[in-house]
């Protein structure tokens, strides 16, 4: 874990226009200072990831997020107060201060105050607001732990803090409360229920929009190894057809579910909540240990469960260049 001086550190780093690996309860981070446009531009080149793909600011609290807004609705502040510090962030439109490095251009910025112990007091003492997508290469499985960040951008990130697995496990719910009608762009540790319970409407989850968001794209969140999604019912089936074709082959699925005999495979807990939490270590310890194909069963019930099913899907979508396989 880390301590007062890798903190102090990390605030030294960021001013001087460098990247650090920042933990989150939701995943870890690529942090730097949001208004510092080469530093900015230096998370897009370390990760591969298109420059039109906007960034989220992360900030100490709900009063630090006005200076990227230049609107704060009561929705704004309905959600705030309910769920911040934590993993929901508010599309609103922007702020002078937002560059467009941050928003890919957009007239919109995405906010949020994480609620990891660790980055609020990077964020208290750096004084300002730090853009930080996924610690990981673009459109690779989030980082839930500092070793994985390591892992993945090694040297190019001088300094990760290390604040323990994430929380949380799947990226925030994203908000969209630009147009006066509230949607969820991106399914998270929020639920639409949570929100509309708070907001006194109907929150819908919004598949297509003019508004660009981070993880919005087809596919994402994937491993080396293909992904296919199957049903409990028929995981033993399939499993058992793909090791007889000699595919190297895993079950990726809640406690509950067996899995035939030569089969690889990693179980995780049948609540969602634990699913979500365990998921992307699960993934890429899969991948570590070489198998073909993850046959994944997706958890049951409402709540986190649907980001997870969202981030699923992405893995599991045709990937770009790999011929719709």
């Given at each position: 874990m880390s301590n007062g001086s890798e903190?102090?550190?990390?605030?030294?780093?960021?001013?001087?226009?460098?990247?650090?690996?920042?933990p989150t309860e939701t995943v870890y981070g690529l942090a730097a200072d949001a208004t510092n446009e080469l530093a900015v531009r230096r998370i897009f080149a370390i990760k591969g990831r298109p420059s039109d793909h906007p960034l989220i600011i992360h900030v100490a609290d709900a009063q630090a997020a006005h200076a990227w807004v230049r609107a704060w609705p009561a929705e704004a502040e309905a959600l705030a107060r309910a769920f911040w510090p934590g993993p929901l962030t508010l599309v609103l439109p922007r702020s002078p201060l937002a560059p467009d490095a941050v928003t890919g251009g957009q007239d919109t910025v995405a906010v949020r105050v994480p609620g990891h112990p660790l980055?609020?007091?990077?964020?208290s003492a750096l004084g300002g607001g730090v853009a930080a997508p996924s610690a990981n290469r673009f459109g690779g499985v989030?980082?839930?732990?500092?070793?994985?960040?390591?892992?993945?951008?090694?040297?190019?990130?001088?300094?990760v803090l290390d604040g323990g697995p994430c929380a949380v496990g799947v990226e925030s719910t994203i908000v969209d409360l630009s147009s006066g009608e509230?949607?969820?762009?991106?399914?998270?540790?929020?639920?639409?229920?949570?929100?509309?319970?708070?907001l006194g409407r109907t929150v819908p989850v919004r598949q297509a929009s003019s508004v660009r968001v981070s993880g919005s794209l087809a596919s994402h969140y994937a491993p080396r190894a293909g992904v296919e999604l199957v049903s409990a019912?028929?995981?033993?089936?399939?499993?058992?057809?793909?090791?007889?074709?000699?595919?190297?082959?895993?079950?990726?699925?809640?406690?509950s579910v067996a899995l035939p005999a030569g089969v690889g495979r990693h179980f995780l807990p049948d609540d969602?909540?634990?699913?979500a939490r365990g998921l992307y270590a699960a993934l890429r310890d899969?991948?570590?240990a070489g198998f073909e194909r993850i046959l994944v069963v997706e958890p049951e019930g409402g709540g986190v469960a649907l980001a997870v099913?969202?981030?699923?899907?992405?893995?599991?979508?045709?990937?770009?260049?790999a011929g719709g396989g």
């Open positions: 903190l102090q550190h990390a605030v030294e780093i960021l001013r001087s226009g460098g990247v650090v690996g920042l980055a609020r007091a990077l964020l989030s980082p839930t732990t500092a070793a994985h960040v390591r892992a993945d951008l090694g040297a190019e990130v001088p300094l509230p949607a969820v762009l991106r399914p998270g540790g929020i639920s639409p229920e949570q929100l509309s319970a708070v019912d028929a995981v033993r089936r399939r499993a058992a057809a793909l090791r007889d074709a000699g595919v190297k082959v895993a079950g990726l699925a809640p406690d969602p909540a634990g699913y899969l991948d570590a099913k969202d981030r699923l899907k992405r893995a599991a979508a045709p990937r770009p260049g």
